[in-house]
């Protein structure tokens, strides 16, 4: 197949972009989100042709998974995102020189943004809320997992922008196929940035085969270290929702880090845990301090290959630490430098953890269940960045900016 048409269009797309106004813009996924919702039954019909390939059982079910709740919510994202102010033509500097040069830093959009995804049919229309809110043209290249939902939800959109005399090429969907992203991935001068969501296969994938500049969206390995100084209760409650509420998201708990001396504890703070049937990996002195307290057969002795791992299921990984220090150590060997928390009370503890702690999103006595762009105010986002050039943390309408240098001046000439 021929896929330089799907490039060149999402290129020429480009202009028609630069020429649509904030208020139209604004109109356009206002309208789309009650699009949304008028179609929720067209989207649940196509949503379990995909659902129906799948196994239940798969980690990747509950993502692929939309319902009448989560397109009610996607739809009321949307419209957040309408409703937030658009970077694009924002001024970060303004200066004049001596010799009478005006010069202005702006923002402009990255241009042509290709995300490929995996089971995710809302990353489709959060990254066209996103991307057209800024001026930023979409190519989406979705798994075949999801390709009914993808293929649905995009039509929805393409519908709306036809209603409002916008070209549907703004967004492409390219096929399902393997050969679609090999393509992308050398889709040079066409494409300006390319992220990945998914495993971390896909991403290493990307990062290491394409020719496009790459962000880095990483897979989400997450600790909660419980100080000595920590609250029984808030724990309690801060480890069940960070595990339970959604385990198969990026910012799921992964591994709890216990200090020796609260060792007592870990049976209050496990036991939320036994009534979601959460499967625990415990270390030598966690296992023997559970072993009467936690349903036997939830209970296993964890190996090497636990920690560092993200499960995306009902797993969590249990380790005794000696002190900060320790806690410290463990977090910087098998973080994804994703999301990570601490539970204490000691405000010196904390201030140094969240000091040290190399991680997008840093915690203290808070869920990671937080790291998401919605939760942090950015309307939706486009995923989590683990890298630290130009995004990091959940990226939403600014971290989709560039920006350009404007001169103005009135004749003159470097001597």
Known sequence: ?????????????????????????????????????????????????????????????????????????????????????????????????????????????????????????NVTLDVFALCFKTGNVTLLKGGSDAAFSNTAIVKIIQTVLERHNVSPKVVTLLPAEREATEALLQAVGYVDVLIPRGSQQLINYVRTASKIPVIETGAGIVHTYFDVSADVEKGKAIIHNAKTRRVSVCNSLDCLLVHKERLADLAL??????????????????????????????????????????????????????????????IAQYSSKHSEAIIAENPETIARFLHTVDA????????????DGAQFGLGAEIGISTQKLHARGPMGLEELTSYKWIVRGDGQIRE
């Open 360 to 371: 997008a999103a840093v915690y203290a006595n808070v869920s990671t269940a937080f790291t």
């Open 269 to 330: 703070l496990t036991e939320p845990l036994s009534h979601k049937e959460v499967e625990l990996f415990a270390d030598e002195e966690s296992y023997r301090q559970l072993e009467s307290h936690y349903p036997q057969h939830l209970l296993r002795q964890a190996e090497e290959s636990h920690f560092g791992t993200e499960f995306l299921s009902l797993k969590l990984a249990i380790k005794v630490v000696k002190d900060i220090d320790d806690a410290l150590t463990h």
């Open 1 to 121: 197949m021929n896929y330089l048409q799907y490039f060149q269009h999402a290129k020429d797309a480009q202009q028609e972009m630069l020429r649509l106004s904030n208020e139209t813009i604004d109109v356009i996924l206002t309208d789309l989100a009650n699009e949304i919702r008028n179609k929720t039954s067209f989207l649940l019909e196509e949503n379990q042709k995909d659902l129906n390939r799948m196994p239940t059982d798969d980690p990747k079910y509950d993502r692929l998974l939309l319902s009448e709740h989560r397109i009610s919510a996607i739809a009321s994202d949307i419209e957040h995102v309408a409703h937030l102010k658009n970077p694009i033509g924002g001024i970060l500097e303004s200066r004049t020189l001596p010799n009478k040069l005006h010069i202005e830093k702006v923002r402009v959009p990255l241009g042509v943004i290709s995300v490929i995804y995996e089971a995710r049919p």
